[in-house]
């Protein structure tokens, strides 16, 4: 699969990916890139965003657009999402989790 990554995003683009994935999507997958690992004092430096049924199409949101995730009205899926939603928490985004993928992944190895 081809991959569309949209990087650069004015806020009429996130606007537009937000109301996207609200319409056609069941889920939304979210990763967030920071500075390190602190959220008291660290920050986000990009957050990437998937929907589910358009998994071709990668948006990279910056900082100074992260409050329109406030209008995202689908669960997301994510990867320890304890790190990325302590950041979000930060700015006050609140958003619903639907999965995280590394705790599915300790009940299906419980080695690690």
Request: proline share 4%.
């Amino acid at each position: 699969m081809k991959y569309k990554i949209y990087n650069d995003l004015t806020l009429d683009d996130v606007v537009y990916a937000i109301r996207r994935y609200n319409e056609y999507n069941d889920y939304v997958i979210l990763d967030l890139e920071t500075t390190g690992l602190n959220p008291h004092t660290d920050t986000i430096t990009d957050c990437i965003l998937q929907g589910n049924n358009e998994p071709d199409a990668i948006y990279i949101i910056k900082p100074q657009h992260l409050q329109e995730l406030k209008h995202l009205k689908r669960p997301i899926v994510a990867h320890n999402h304890k790190f990325d939603f302590k950041f979000l928490a930060k700015i006050g985004i609140k958003l619903a989790l639907k999965h995280d993928t590394m705790l599915l992944d300790h009940l299906l190895d419980e080695n690690q």
